[in-house]
């Protein structure tokens, strides 16, 4: 297989020891304690540190070469955007010199206040219409203005790229290729064609990645985190992923998130035929996201499964799958 080797700056940020991360807070005037504690990300490296007589804080460094200062610099100023309007989301701290984005030797970093807390719980309605309220104030305070450094979700960077990453870096096993080659070449067809065929829809400024485990709750005060993948797109986006369960559960869910979105922000119902075309480009990016991370040594430890037969058999499948879910009816209200 063809795998790329990483370069210095991504091998540098493969080997992100305890001095460094410890070193990084302290030149910004603070006074850690030594401990520190490795948070639940791989795109980038997030920590909680400790500090002498004063609350923890997280550490965030950014991996080389995906975003640029600009881009990272946009979605700071969208999270303030957010909180100024008292949306419960978590801005990264201003540092001494006014600056939220800082540099330590060749890393990048930004700081902030830690709070804990679990996943909601979906199958509690007045979570699901708690996080519709939150959803809609967000996209609310999104199509004020549209982003200018940051890209929108659409089928050439979630679909296109990431099939030619695949294809072109000897990723599949030869039993495989052909198969995935073939139905991933039908699912980018039939996304083009449900995106060409949904007009009047408006892209906005998103959460972008708005999984359960970027909310966190405690005693039911809910915190939504990790704007790192924010980008402008369909506000459905933003709302697809809390929805499980067979059609009828979803429908329910998603009449219970629309309740409370509704009372912030106009939900076009249009954009609930692209729930599937969503979910399908996802499928399709995620794979080639493991592949494009591989050298990162922390890939292969989170996830030992990736890069098997076995693996690559099972996406294929659930590819597949995600064809005749394309031509299903979309997901429709129950009339008021």
């Known amino acids: 297989m063809n795998h790329e080797t990483s370069d210095p700056e991504q091998q540098a940020f493969a080997e992100l020891g305890p001095e460094v991360i410890l070193d990084a807070v302290d030149s ?31 550490v965030k460094f950014y991996r080389p070469g995906r975003w640029s200062n600009e881009a990272i610099l946009e979605e700071h100023a969208f999270s303030f955007e957010l909180a100024d309007e008292e949306i419960p989301v978590i801005p990264p701290l201003i540092g001494p010199n006014g600056d939220s984005l800082h540099q330590y030797g060749s890393y990048r970093f930004a700081l902030y206040p830690s709070h804990g807390g679990h996943a909601p719980e979906l199958d509690k309605p007045e979570h699901l219409e708690q996080l519709g309220q939150f959803i809609g104030r967000i996209h609310a305070v999104g199509q004020r203005s549209p982003f200018i ?13 990431p099939r030619k990453f695949l294809l072109s870096h000897g990723w599949l096993p030869d039993h495989v290729r052909h198969n995935y080659e ?4 039908q699912l980018l067809d039939r996304i083009d064609s449900i995106l060409s065929q949904t007009s009047g829809i408006e892209s906005i400024r998103l959460h972008g990645d708005l999984h359960p485990g970027n909310i966190l709750t405690r005693d039911d005060v809910f915190h939504i985190v990790d704007l790192d993948d924010c980008r402008s797109g369909p506000a459905v986006q933003d709302i697809w992923m809390l929805l499980s369960g067979d059609r009828s559960e979803r429908t329910l869910a998603l009449m219970t998130v629309l309740e409370g979105y509704e009372q912030f922000r106009d939900f076009n119902s249009v954009e609930l035929n692209l729930i599937e075309a969503l979910r399908s480009l996802r499928l399709i990016h995620y794979a080639a996201w493991l592949a494009q991370r591989w050298q990162d040594p922390a890939f292969p430890k989170a996830f030992p499964w990736f890069n098997t037969t076995s693996f690559w058999e099972e996406y294929v499948q659930q590819l597949r799958e995600q064809l005749p879910a394309m031509e299903e009816d979309p997901l429709r209200l129950f009339p008021v």
């Open 28 to 58: 910004l005037g603070f006074m850690t304690s030594g401990r520190f504690l490795a948070l639940n990300s791989y795109e980038n490296r997030v920590y909680q540190v400790g500090l002498e007589e004063a609350a923890p804080l997280v």
């Open 149 to 161: 450094h940051r890209p929108a979700l659409d089928i050439e960077d979630f679909g296109h790229l």
């Open 182 to 185: 073939a139905v991933s070449e």
